[in-house]
């Protein structure tokens, strides 16, 4: 079992939809949680962190945790255009011995005008 | 304030040449890291630097050498190129394992 799981889509969402992306993760101790946007040949963003159960809000964002069920999404609502894109999870986690961020391997998510 | 810079953008080797990709940050960062991504692969890491001083192997360091020079410097080391090395390599730091990283624009790297 990969450690962080993300559909890799590619998910396809009408312009204004809200767009849903999920990540599940093995280790039942993690703590951190980030969101990436990758555009095409660009590196890595962060745009969301979330470290507690629940919602977190910014802007057209919100970040979604779950500890219990070991899930983690993101939601991005009025979605643009410009928001398509790669959206990676990462997680924290104990790798031989010491605590690393593992990535997803990206959701390719296409908004549609 | 530049972030994490990365040098080369581009790089095309011969199997068997050998390079450095370079690699500074100017935000006062403790850890800093080495990933490479292919399609389909996401990121792996290759190897990272926790703290000045220190450098591990991550997931994929077979065929990589690492040095991290100082707090701002870590530089990525290949000896001997294969084609299987063709990547796009990214170079990221953060204040710690756990924080969240701040990536470099990247390096492509292609091996013929």
């Known amino acids: 079992q990969k450690e962080v799981e993300q559909n890799s889509g590619p998910l396809s969402v009408p312009e204004g939809a809200i767009a849903s992306l999920n990540c599940t993760y093995s280790?039942?101790?993690?703590?951190?949680f980030f969101w990436y946007r990758q555009y095409s040949g660009k590196s890595p963003e962060l745009i969301m962190s979330?470290?507690?159960?629940g919602d977190k809000e910014d802007g057209r964002f919100t970040a979604q945790l779950n500890k219990a069920s070991q899930y983690v999404s993101l939601l991005i609502r009025d979605s643009q255009p410009s928001d398509s894109a790669t959206y990676l999870c990462?997680?924290?986690?104990?790798?031989?011995?010491?605590?690393?961020?593992?990535f997803g391997q990206g959701t390719r998510l296409t908004i549609n005008p | 304030n530049a972030g994490v810079t990365q040098t080369p953008k581009f790089q095309v080797l011969k199997t068997g040449q050998s390079m450095t990709l370079q690699c500074a940050q100017d935000m006062n960062h403790n850890s800093m890291y080495w990933y490479r991504q292919d399609p389909g692969m996401g990121l792996r890491l290759i190897y990272y630097?926790?703290?000045?001083?220190?450098?591990d192997k991550g997931e994929v360091p077979n065929g990589y050498n690492v040095s991290r020079l100082n707090k701002r410097e870590f530089s990525l080391r290949l000896e001997s190129a294969a084609p299987s090395q063709t990547s796009v390599y990214f170079c990221?730091?953060?204040?710690?394992?756990?924080?969240?990283?701040?990536f470099g624009n990247g390096t492509r790297l292609t091996v013929t």
């Open positions: 280790d039942r101790v993690s703590q951190s």
């Open positions: 990221a730091s953060s204040t710690g394992l756990v924080s969240p990283l701040h």
């Open positions: 979330i470290y507690s159960n």
């Open positions: 990462a997680v924290n986690s104990q790798i031989q011995g010491a605590q690393k961020l593992v």
């Open positions: 630097s926790a703290s000045e001083g220190t450098t």
